[in-house]
């Protein structure tokens, strides 16, 4: 598991994987999103723009991260 830490309140899914460098493009985030392939807190999430705050955990691929505020 890799912690994440983020200045702000949140953190918009498809921005966090481009951030955490899961995905190469916004595109992709989109993609991989849409197809169900990204848990959040255990629960497949479909939101590219599902609101990550700190306390969360999202995991794509064999790739597992915690939120955390900085």
Do not use: H, S
Not at 21 to 37: H, M
Not at 41 to 47: D, L
């Amino acid at each position: 598991m890799e912690t994440i830490t983020i200045n702000t309140e949140f953190i918009k899914l498809d921005a966090l994987l481009k951030y955490a460098a899961l995905v190469g493009t916004g595109g992709e985030a989109k993609t991989v999103i849409a197809e169900g392939l990204v848990t959040v807190n255990g629960e497949v999430c479909t939101m590219r723009g599902k609101k990550i705050r700190p306390g969360d955990r999202v995991r794509f691929d064999r790739f597992e991260l915690d939120i955390q505020q900085a």
